[in-house]
């Protein structure tokens, strides 16, 4: 038998919660008496017996650390001992829904009634059960699972606020409403947009986490803003004022004379809002002084002189 994280397509860092929605999916789509799917049968079985393994806490625990198969056979006599509390099959004959088309390999006993590797709730909902569920429960509408997604939205749309356009696993396409300064990784519940509900039970949620797409510009540190203005050598060493970008336009920026290149400059309120009723972040520019691209021979000859005239040393605190 092949791996069960494989046959029910989980990673082995899944939830029990994830190997169960991953099961009951699964089971549905290629149980015998209502699948069309090619193979249907030896799927159906297939993925019954990777349930029994990584759906029973212990039995996952086991085949983790190596100690019994795919299958749950011990991988050395010495484990032996721990399989002989199966006790049952149910196989084909049984009163009621037809079975003919599968057998589960019980394990030992669940305390609800059932067992190992069997979801007897399940059960009621696959064989729509008359009156009562697997274990004599009667049977309840049950609430669909909830769906996870990503909205990727720029700064610019985080900053003011808009829409961002998110295909859901149910394969629903949606805008989703993206506040005015939410923050990355907040998490947005859009309330019956999950999974379908069983049996006139409500359906899920969809948990939708933003994340901001990167800029060209700007660097996000928390509600801050950081980035590189490029400035000339003579507006460095006169000063001047330069237009430097934000997330909501061009801004005036003055640059003091002998301004060196790495000096930062803060300009308040121009990076984040805050979604709540805090001040939003800061917009941080670091100066970097950009020479010209073409050599200049009075440049260099005034460079000349500086260093044989007015030598200065800028890593003398290094040392």
């Known amino acids: 038998m092949r791996d069960p994280y494989e046959v029910l397509g989980l990673a082995k860092t899944a939830s029990a919660a994830e190997i169960k929605s991953a099961y009951r999916k699964l089971a549905k789509k290629f149980h015998p008496d209502q699948s069309k799917e090619p193979r249907a049968k030896e799927r159906f079985a297939e993925i019954n017996g990777a349930y029994e393994i990584i759906g029973d806490e212990k039995k996952r625990g086991e085949f983790d650390r190596g100690e019994i198969d795919a299958e749950g056979k011990p991988r050395h006599p010495g484990f032996e001992d721990l399989m002989r509390g199966r006790r049952g099959r149910a196989r084909q004959g049984a009163a009621g829904p037809d079975?003919?088309?599968?057998?589960?390999?019980?394990?030992e006993s669940d305390p609800r009634g059932g067992a190992a590797g069997v979801d007897p709730d399940f059960l009621s909902e696959l064989f729509n059960l008359g009156g009562a569920g697997a274990g004599g429960r009667a049977r309840a509408s049950l609430r669909g699972d909830d769906v996870v997604a990503v909205a990727t939205v720029p700064l610019a749309v985080a900053a003011a606020g808009g829409s961002a356009r998110v295909t859901l696993p149910t394969g629903k396409t949606l805008d989703v409403a993206i506040p005015v300064g939410v923050e990355d990784g907040k998490q947005i519940r859009l309330r019956g947009q999950g999974q379908p509900g069983l049996r006139g039970g409500p359906a899920g949620d969809a948990l939708v986490t933003?994340?901001?797409?990167?800029h060209p510009l700007f660097k996000v540190e928390g509600r801050d803003l950081r980035f590189d203005l490029p400035i000339t050598l003579y507006e460095a060493t006169l000063g001047a004022k330069v237009r430097?970008?934000?997330?909501?336009g061009e801004?005036?920026?003055?640059?003091p004379p002998g301004a060196?290149?790495?000096r930062v400059m803060r300009l308040r309120?121009?990076?984040?809002p805050n979604a709540g009723d805090g001040a939003p972040g800061d917009l941080f520019a670091t100066l970097r002084?950009?020479?010209?691209?073409?050599?200049?021979?009075?440049l260099e000859a005034l460079m000349r002189r500086w260093r044989d005239e007015?030598?200065?040393?800028?890593?003398?605190?290094?040392?």
Not at 210 to 214: Q, S, T
Not at 251 to 255: F, S
């Open 269 to 272: 309120g121009k990076g984040l």
């Open 210 to 214: 933003v994340r901001y797409a990167p």
């Open 99 to 107: 079975f003919q088309h599968f057998s589960f390999d019980f394990g």
């Open 244 to 248: 430097a970008p934000t997330l909501s």
């Open 289 to 298: 002084i950009v020479l010209p691209n073409e050599t200049d021979p009075e």
């Open 251 to 255: 801004v005036e920026l003055t640059v």
């Open 310 to 319: 007015k030598p200065y040393n800028p890593r003398s605190g290094l040392a």
């Open 260 to 262: 060196s290149s790495g």
